[in-house]
């Protein structure tokens, strides 16, 4: 079935350092692409999105670009700051595929720590 | 406007009670996700509702599990004969479509099971 992987946490930065976390998917359809963070005693929020290869989806500084090719989604941002420290969760949604799947499958989460 | 509200905030209950976990999504959203989080395991999906279709349950864990959908707007997820394995934070989510593109989730639920 479809999944997600994502780089194991936790992850520890500087302020201004630049952060990549890993996203690879397995999935039979088209999927689109999402990057969810969870801040400190918040609930998920969508951050960016792509949904056809190729897509960059942007918000905040993060990016993330749909890869097919490599079935990648890596989430970079240029320069992190503390109030960035969460956890960030890839997703995918196979709904362009057409099948019975309605929900979105997610990775494990990468929890990201700046210090000033 | 107000977002996906979930009651209540925390769970405390001992191993073999039931408990119901509510979920109110957000007005004229048609589909809604129940998920579970646990440390360390990410987001595990339970069940998904779109409007009056059967909902989608593959993803309870158990029998012990079941959700139902009231008039297409509030949820309730019981947890019958709890399970010390069920503690975790449950979380609901809804969207304007069936599809996954614009989830709103809400604060979630902390059960715990003692």
């Known amino acids: 079935g479809d999944s997600v992987t994502q780089m194991e946490g936790p992850v520890t930065l500087s302020e201004e350092a630049f952060l990549t976390i890993n996203c690879t998917y397995t999935?039979?359809?088209?999927?689109?692409l999402f990057w969810y963070v969870q801040y400190p005693g918040e609930g998920l929020q969508l951050l960016l999105k792509?949904?056809?290869?190729?897509d960059k989806g942007s918000n905040k500084g993060f990016e993330a670009t749909y890869r097919k090719e490599t079935t990648s989604f890596h989430l970079e941002k240029g320069s992190v700051q503390v109030s960035d420290s969460a956890v960030y969760f890839c997703?995918?949604?196979?709904?362009?595929?057409?099948?019975?799947?309605?929900?979105?499958?997610f990775g494990k989460g990468t929890k990201l720590s700046v210090k000033p | 406007g107000a977002g996906v509200s979930q009651s209540p905030s925390n769970k405390v209950t001992e191993k073999g009670k039931d408990v119901e976990l509510r979920c109110d999504p957000i007005?004229?959203?048609?589909?809604l996700y129940w998920y579970r989080q646990s440390l360390g395991q990410g987001l595990e999906f339970l069940i998904y509702?779109?409007?009056?279709?059967?909902?989608?349950k593959s993803g309870l864990p158990s029998d012990r599990f079941s959700a139902e959908r009231t008039g297409g707007s509030v949820s309730t997820l019981t947890i019958q004969r709890t399970q010390q394995e069920d503690s975790a934070v449950y979380l609901c989510?809804?969207?304007?479509?069936?599809?996954?593109?614009?989830?709103?989730f809400g604060p979630g639920t902390r059960l715990t099971v003692l």
């Open positions: 997703a995918l949604s196979d709904e362009n595929y057409g099948g019975s799947q309605g929900n979105l499958i």
């Open positions: 999935a039979t359809g088209y999927p689109s």
């Open positions: 007005s004229g959203h048609t589909a």
């Open positions: 989510a809804s969207s304007p479509r069936k599809l996954g593109r614009s989830l709103n």
């Open positions: 509702f779109q409007g009056n279709s059967a909902p989608d």
């Open positions: 792509a949904t056809k290869a190729d």
